[in-house]
């Protein structure tokens, strides 16, 4: 809560603070996907100026929650407690179009749904997230994961990677792999980790987890291995890049995660694969050749499409990492852009905050945070702004960040999603 404070007080500092603007006539805002980006905007706009007519499209009735979903796998929430309906969207005066956007015509300025249906829009907002780069991994594509799940987008493959966790014999072998920067919630793969580790220290205390790296060096990487070493001594092995830890090739038929320095047969196998923007982001043309979506620091507008936003984790927002926090807080910022530029107005540059909670155990939380600003065509930190947990935690800290960030997650639902 204090950090969303914090955040409404720099964006009142930076002009942004919401304001009734009228549009000029009746103008048409299409917002394309439903997650924390898609949806805070959709509502945020509404809000802004309620004479907007403001159409969110997302074919799936019910959002199924990535932040916190680790928690699923080790029991300590239930997937029902990840999803979320968009009855609060509609109540807010938003359109729901429950399908599909198949393509974006940025000439004509019109989006095409897959139930045949043509959107017209003045401003379109776009917030498809994450595909994967599917035989980036060779042996690792949708067929492999059914065998070795990423789980990095909740749902389905949450249940079952926790399914074949608790079908795993004591003593078995949980080998993981995570994925070259950049990819969603970049402390994700060793918060999962820990808890992973949590849960098997409870129930199989004689297994193990490898955890094969891309990289050689993760967010949050001295707090997390102080964690490690204090609740998890010897059951977590990092394997940086340098190291060997880079997969490339796997075997889903017989669980081998192979790399340059030798093989690892698992008894599960989580694999996070590379990823790249939603599909629709490159059929509309706002994906370069990385797979995101490169956009100014001020509205978010791409710099290969007019009039096409782009939030979330889908876009390129220089030192701005991809999370859900982020997501919400760019979508706020985006919401009052628009307004303005739909008013014929030049928004001001914004200020934007991030900030990342992860849990190493059910009471032990940490955090990182950041603070942005548009320099030189890009979000950039702002020197000494931000910061972690400190290593050291005296009087209870790890607990009441954990107690933070089960507060931030209650708040940035009921936010989004009403």
């Known amino acids: 809560m204090a950090t969303r404070r914090h955040f409404l007080k720099l964006t009142a500092a930076a002009g942004l603070a919401p304001s009734v603007v009228s549009a000029q006539g009746k103008a048409n805002v299409v917002v394309i996907g439903g997650g924390f980006g898609g949806a805070t905007a959709a509502r945020t706009l509404k809000g802004l100026q309620p004479a907007l007519d403001v159409t969110l499209v997302e074919p799936n009735p019910v959002y199924t929650s990535c932040p916190f979903s680790n928690s699923v796998l080790a029991n300590l929430r239930e997937m029902d407690q990840q999803q979320f309906r968009y009855d609060g969207i509609k109540g807010a005066g938003v359109t729901v179009a429950e399908t599909s956007a198949t393509s974006v015509d940025a000439e004509s300025k019109t989006v095409t749904l897959a139930d045949g249906n043509k959107l017209s829009y ?7 997230g994450i595909d994967f780069n599917w035989g980036a991994i060779p042996g690792y594509d949708e067929a492999a994961a059914e065998k070795m799940p990423h789980a990095w987008k909740a749902g389905a493959q949450t249940v079952l990677l926790r399914r074949q966790l608790q079908g795993m014999d004591d003593g078995g072998l949980v080998v ?9 919630c970049p402390p994700g793969p060793y918060e999962r980790a820990s808890l992973i580790a949590y849960w ?5 205390p004689k297994s193990k987890l490898l955890l094969l790296d891309s990289k050689d060096a993760f967010s949050k990487q001295r707090l997390f291995q102080n964690g490690w070493a204090e609740l998890y001594q010897g059951m977590i092995e990092w394997v940086p890049l340098s190291q060997g830890g880079k997969v490339t090739s796997v075997d889903p038929a017989t669980l081998t995660l192979t790399t340059e320095f030798g093989a690892h047969k698992a008894s599960v196998a989580n694999v996070i694969p590379q990823q790249k923007a939603g599909a629709i982001a490159a ?12 956009v100014e620091p ?7 499409r007019p009039n096409i936003h782009v939030l979330g984790d889908a876009a390129i927002m220089g030192s701005m990492p ?5 997501a919400n807080a760019q979508a706020k910022v985006c919401a009052a852009a628009l307004v303005k530029l739909l008013a014929g107005d030049k928004p001001q540059d914004p200020v934007v905050i991030n900030t990342c909670y992860s849990l190493v155990a059910a009471d032990y939380g940490i955090s990182i945070a950041g603070v942005y600003r548009p320099d030189k065509g890009q979000l950039t930190d702002i020197p000494g702004a931000g910061g972690t947990s400190p290593l050291v935690a005296v009087g209870g800290l790890r607990g009441q960040e954990a107690l933070y960030a089960s507060s931030w997650f209650r708040t940035i639902t009921a936010e989004t999603f009403g």
């Open 122 to 128: 003045d401003r379109l907002v776009m917030s498809p």
């Open 176 to 184: 993981m792999s995570a994925p070259a920067n950049p990819f969603r």
């Open 200 to 204: 098997l220290n409870i129930w199989k």
């Open 283 to 294: 059929q509309a043309g706002v994906a370069d050749r990385t797979g995101w979506c490169p």
């Open 298 to 304: 001020v509205a978010f507008e791409s710099t290969l």
């Open 322 to 326: 991809k999370s859900a926090f982020a």
